[in-house]
């Protein structure tokens, strides 16, 4: 993703033999280097590509998209925060190309798309898997290992269900903690396939990846369950989350209480109405 030099922002570069990234300059705390921009095609010498998630409604990146892209076909999203769909509409206008998401208040000039669906564009044959849990309306893109109709995947683009590094907020009461373990165990499945995520660096291994986020859920429940034993049931998600993650930078506290809030919502349901303490 950088170099010494720090992050190359909008210019691409070509990561597998079908997907090409193009790093938007929006760096933040929860972004990380910024929003990546994927774009799909069976070679990296054809002049139209699929773009997933076109970031934000920044004419300067969006430039730097078509000037990689060429013509677009088609535009997916993984799924509705802005960083990575404010663009959309905008493309969308410069390109005429359909915006396929699932939730209807990102799609333009489509009639969306979901759970099994294929579809394809530039030469690239795309299956769709919904993976809710980091928002209700998340999806993830699953690729061949060559153009056309292959057997085993060889790329997953996970937008924000798993990240190139750290982890991902559960962003509550959208983001539902149930779904997300749900979609980090079908994840698993995925061994030896290779991660390309909304943000950071592409990661090897899917499965890999997702077991590791599962066991990373698993000790942040333990903790919640420790602190609500410490400070008692009625504890509020804002002193759970300094209790609990002390260890993450306070600029983030903000987004990891929409995880506690998860957090505390999945153990309730889980643990018949009051999260019990840690064993």
């Not at 190359?8 to 070509?14: C, I, S």
Request: aromatic letters at 4%; hydrophobic letters at 40%; zero cysteines.
């Amino acid at each position: 993703m950088s170099d010494d030099r720090g992050p190359a922002y909008e210019q691409l570069r070509q990561v597998t033999p079908l997907a090409g990234v193009v790093l938007a300059d929006n760096p933040s705390a929860m972004t990380l280097e910024g929003t990546n921009t994927w774009l799909l095609r069976d070679s990296p010498e054809r002049r139209s590509a699929v773009v997933i998630d076109p970031g934000p409604a920044d004419e300067a990146h969006l430039a730097s998209v078509l000037a990689a892209a060429g013509t677009v076909p088609l535009i997916l999203l993984t799924h509705g925060h802005a960083d990575h769909a404010e663009g959309a509409r905008r493309l969308h206008e410069l390109t005429g190309a359909p915006v396929l998401a699932l939730d209807p208040a990102h799609r333009y000039g489509s009639q969306g798309v979901g759970e099994g669906a294929v579809v394809a564009g530039a030469g690239v044959r795309i299956v769709v898997w919904a993976t809710p849990g980091h928002t209700a309306d998340s999806l993830s893109f699953v690729l061949p290992d060559g153009a056309g109709d292959s057997g085993r995947p060889a790329a997953v683009l996970t937008g924000d269900t798993i990240l190139g590094r750290g982890s991902t907020v559960v962003a509550h009461p959208d983001g539902v903690l149930a779904d997300y373990l749900a979609s980090l165990r079908r994840l698993t499945t995925l061994q030896g396939v290779a991660v390309l995520p909304g943000h950071g660096p592409e990661l090897a291994d899917a499965g890999t990846a997702a077991q590791a986020y599962l066991a990373h859920r698993e000790q942040r429940l333990n903790q919640v369950r420790q602190a609500l034993a410490d400070g008692g049931p009625e504890l509020a998600p804002g002193d759970v989350v300094r209790r609990v993650y002390a260890d993450v930078d306070p600029a983030l506290w903000p987004a990891a209480e929409l995880s506690v809030r998860a957090q505390l919502a999945y153990l309730r349901s889980q643990d018949g109405g009051a999260a019990p303490p840690a064993p």
